[in-house]
């Protein structure tokens, strides 16, 4: 896909809508999308210049995001409203495929970023679009608004058979995840990895290992993820994050994140490595 940040007057053929409603996206149950045929909406002129981030260039359809005042405003004529509703972004990770993920994040965050960049953050006034930029602008000597992307660490933290997994007390009973946190100013990936391991469960790791990145728009983070190596240390809980730490057995895991996260990625990947092993 072609990526594009502008505002355009009316929409391109082909569009394709993306709605949000108070940080929800408006999903279709029965089509199984979050990408609707302008032809079922109700007007949304009162929302142009709209928001295009980015062209199919196969199928000739560009995206567009859009963030409602109100649910009702979306009710099109062709749209049923029992097997359409905003939902949560998180819920969708646990039923749509990875590829379709990806633009609903790149969404998410841009909706946020437009959102949050009306006015300008150092003079107060009304920015305006800087075409060439692809940025809300303004008239003082403040930089374009571009999207901000923080970068995160995420990590699978394996000894032999069996892997170390944290729970938030936000996910559902039995779940158990990767640990991540946030890359400080100053330091690089791997300094954050060992400092937010130590931090989190009190324990030292080595023999860091990339395995890949994701976008994701909880708010706008960049995953960078990694497998670690036990090295020493018992679990302990050092800060509010973590609600329960453990090591699993790799053939008796918990409940994991599914794999359109990189999260579910990291762990199914290691079992499988670990399987060819065994
Ligand atoms: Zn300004």
């Given at each position: 896909m072609e990526l594009i940040r502008q505002l355009h007057d009316t929409f391109k053929p082909l569009a394709k809508i993306i709605l949000f409603c108070d940080g929800m996206i408006l999903y279709d149950h029965e089509l199984k999308t979050y990408c609707f045929d302008i032809k079922n909406l109700d007007s949304l002129d009162k929302y142009s210049p709209y928001l295009c981030i980015g062209q199919n260039n196969v199928k000739g359809e560009h995206y567009y995001v859009i963030n409602v005042e109100a649910t009702e405003q979306v009710h099109g004529i062709f749209m049923d409203p029992i097997k359409i509703e905003f939902i949560d972004i998180r819920l969708t990770l646990s039923f749509i495929p990875l590829d379709q993920f990806q633009l609903l994040s790149r969404a998410a965050v841009l909706n946020k970023w437009r959102l949050a960049n009306g006015h300008c953050s150092s003079c107060g006034l009304k920015t305006s679009f800087n075409t060439l930029e692809g940025a809300p602008d303004c008239d003082c000597s403040a930089a374009p608004a571009y999207p901000i992307i923080?970068?995160?660490?995420?990590?699978?933290?394996?000894?032999?058979?069996?892997?170390?997994?944290?729970?938030?007390?936000f996910f559902p009973p039995n779940m158990f995840s990767t640990l991540a946190g946030f890359i400080e100013a100053g330091e690089n990936a791997e300094q954050a990895l060992a400092r937010e391991v130590m931090e989190e469960v009190n324990i030292t790791v080595s023999n860091i290992e990339y395995y890949g990145s994701q976008s994701w728009p909880f708010p706008s983070q960049l995953m960078l993820g990694y497998f670690c190596k036990y090295e020493s240390g018992e679990i302990i809980l050092n800060d509010e994050e973590l609600e329960e730490a453990r090591w699993f057995e790799?053939?008796?895991?918990?409940?994991?994140?599914?794999d359109t996260s990189i999260s579910g990625q990291l762990i199914r990947s290691y079992i499988s490595g670990r399987s060819k092993l065994l």
């Open positions: 923080s970068p995160c660490i995420i990590t699978l933290i394996h000894d032999g058979n069996r892997v170390l997994l944290g729970r938030s007390k790799i053939d008796k895991l918990p409940i994991i994140p599914p």
